[in-house]
């Protein structure tokens, strides 16, 4: 069973930034891609960010150009820097690994609140 565990999650004001850690129980190598998503309340899962095995990244239209996804594939973890971030961005912060085109694993979530 692979498990992912996310953290890095908080409270901060409008226009601060948050850097998430998601570290995986195994090679991380091993996934078609790393890929972070977010649930607020009421709300869809909506995906973030996600970064192929080989680098190459994608990102949600709402993020415009604020955040960053990055992996360590020694560390077995991918990272989320988040900056700019705005009380629209409050949200569960959920990471997961992807297996051919099937977004198979998960982590249990981190909170991420924006307000002043």
């Known amino acids: 069973q692979v498990h992912l565990v996310e953290s890095g999650g908080g409270l901060v004001q409008p226009g601060g930034s948050l850097r998430l850690s998601c570290r995986v129980s195994e090679s991380i190598s091993r996934f078609n891609a790393m890929g972070w998503f977010r649930q607020a309340s009421g709300k869809q899962r909506e995906l973030v960010a996600g970064i192929t095995y080989s680098g190459t990244t994608n990102y949600g239209e709402f993020v415009k150009g604020r955040f960053t996804v990055s992996k360590d594939d020694a560390k077995n973890t991918m990272y989320l820097q988040m900056n700019s971030l705005n009380p629209e961005d409050t949200a569960v912060y959920y990471c997961?690994?992807?297996?051919?085109?099937?977004?198979?694993?998960w982590g249990q979530g981190t909170q991420v609140t924006v307000s002043s």
């Open positions: 997961s690994a992807q297996v051919s085109t099937t977004w198979r694993y």
